[in-house]
Nanobody
Framework: QVQLVESGGGSVQSGGSLRLSCAAS????????MGWFRHAPGKEREGVAV???????NYLDSVKGRFTISQDNAKNTLYLQMNSLKPEDTAMYYC?????????????????????????WGQGTQVTVSS
C-alpha cells in the first residue's frame, strides 16, 4: 500500500499560482500511474492531471496550458504546478496512485474511473481562488 500526503494548498487571487506536492511512501509499483484529482462542493470528483511511469501525461481540457504535473522519482514526490488560477479551480485537491492505464494514452486518460477508486489516496489539500 502507498501512503500519500499532499501539501501546498491555500488561498490565492484569480491569476495567481500555487504548487501542490504529494509525498509518497511505501511500495510503489513501477507500472503505477500517479494523478491529481479535485472535488468541489456540489460537483463530481474529476481528474485534473495524470502521469505514468514513463513520464507521459494527460490533462483535463480546462487546465491545459495552465497546470503542469511532474514527478521527482528520487524524492518520491508528485507535483502539480498551477498557474493562472481561476475561481472555478477552487476545490479539494487529492493525490492518487493506481494501477490503471496503459495503451496509447497515458494512464488511459484523465477520467476518474473505477481503477482510480481502487487506488491509494491522500487526505487532500484545499485550493481556494477568489475573484
Amino acid at each position: 500500500q502507498v501512503q500519500l500526503v499532499e501539501s501546498g494548498g491555500g488561498s490565492v487571487q484569480s491569476g495567481g499560482s500555487l504548487r501542490l506536492s504529494c509525498a509518497a511512501s511505501g511500495y510503489i509499483d513501477s507500472s503505477y500511474c500517479m494523478g491529481w484529482f479535485r472535488h468541489a462542493p456540489g460537483k463530481e470528483r474529476e481528474g485534473v492531471a495524470v502521469i505514468d511511469s514513463g513520464g507521459r501525461t494527460n490533462y483535463l481540457d480546462s487546465v491545459k496550458g495552465r497546470f503542469t504535473i511532474s514527478q521527482d522519482n528520487a524524492k518520491n514526490t508528485l507535483y502539480l504546478q498551477m498557474n493562472s488560477l481561476k475561481p472555478e479551480d477552487t476545490a479539494m485537491y487529492y493525490c492518487a496512485a493506481a494501477a490503471v492505464g496503459g495503451g496509447r494514452s497515458a494512464c488511459g486518460g484523465v477520467r476518474y474511473t473505477a481503477g482510480w477508486v481502487l487506488g491509494d489516496w491522500g487526505q487532500g489539500t484545499q485550493v481556494t481562488v477568489s475573484s
